[in-house]
């Protein structure tokens, strides 16, 4: 099984920078992250520090976040956000500067809260635009975006894989292949999706799969969802690339569910 650990909520009792090598030595080959930086365009010395941690880890970026905005104070995304355009187009020119460097292929792109001085068919319009955008600038380097359905946060639109589906339609007319639904088990579960249905329906065009349990958003076993079954379903039916480990653990507890699995 390949895991991937995001070490933007897991390992988070360290600096950021520790994190790559704490999953290393806690025995993963390869981590993803969310936007790590501040800044929407990082300066090299950032740039060069976060490459590094990776590199010395040993480990490989599978993944990486789109600036999403403010993610503490409830922003998820840039894409339709009307008035920070050129901020996101900045920004794919940033995150295609580091896949170039370490070899990362899938890219988060956050779609962005509903905002109220716009209609939703404008800021979706705008989405598209972005999203294409992003898609192309990937592509250089061979890359996939991601799009992602997601909890929690009320004014976030795309709750469903069919709503993100829809949206990849939209982007598929506009004339790009390379962007693709990232099947966030816990997020569509919690949304009230048919996850079943969905793995039955898409598992071999999934972009990327990231779990965690529900209730709670923790480790493998601590709630109710069968996550090992769906990753097993989605495996027989294509699903060839990484499982991101994307849940909330204290680190001294935050793996020892796949001990648990190698003793069963
Ligand atoms: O905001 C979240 O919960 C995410 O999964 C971001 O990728």
Redesign the pocket.
């Known amino acids: 099984m390949t895991y991937t650990v995001?070490c933007?909520?897991l390992l988070t009792e360290l600096p950021l920078l520790e994190r790559p090598a704490a999953a290393k030595a806690a025995g993963f080959d390869a981590v993803e992250f969310?936007w790590p930086f501040e800044s929407n365009v990082p300066g090299d010395a950032e740039l060069t520090a976060f490459e590094r941690a990776i590199t010395d880890a040993g480990v490989q970026l599978t993944g990486l976040?789109f600036n999403?905005g403010n993610?503490p104070g409830g922003d998820?995304g840039l894409v339709s956000w009307k008035g920070r355009c050129s901020e996101f187009k900045d920004n794919v020119d940033a995150v295609v500067g580091i896949g170039e460097r370490l070899g990362t292929k899938a890219f988060?792109a956050?779609y962005g809260n509903r905002q109220d001085d716009y209609t939703p068919a404008e800021q979706d319009e705008l989405a598209v635009k972005n999203l294409v955008y992003a898609a192309q600038g990937v592509a250089k380097i061979g890359g996939t975006v991601l799009l992602?359905p997601?909890?929690?946060?009320p004014a976030y639109p795309l709750k469903t894989a069919a709503d993100v589906l829809a949206v990849i339609a939209k982007t598929q007319e506009a004339g790009v292949d390379n962007v693709k639904l990232?099947a966030?088990f816990y997020?569509l579960a919690v949304n009230g999706d048919d996850v079943p249905a969905v793995i039955e329906n898409h598992a071999k065009d999934f972009g990327h799969i990231?779990i965690a349990d529900d209730p709670g958003r923790g480790a493998p076993g601590t709630g109710t969802l069968p996550l090992g079954e769906w990753i097993t379903r989605s495996r027989e039916l294509g699903y060839a690339g990484p499982i991101g480990l994307?849940y909330k653990s204290a680190a001294a507890d935050a793996f020892s569910w796949t001990i648990r699995q190698q003793a069963n």
């Open positions: 995001n933007s909520i969310w976040n999403a993610m998820r988060n956050l992602e997601v909890s929690g946060t990232l966030d997020h990231q994307e």
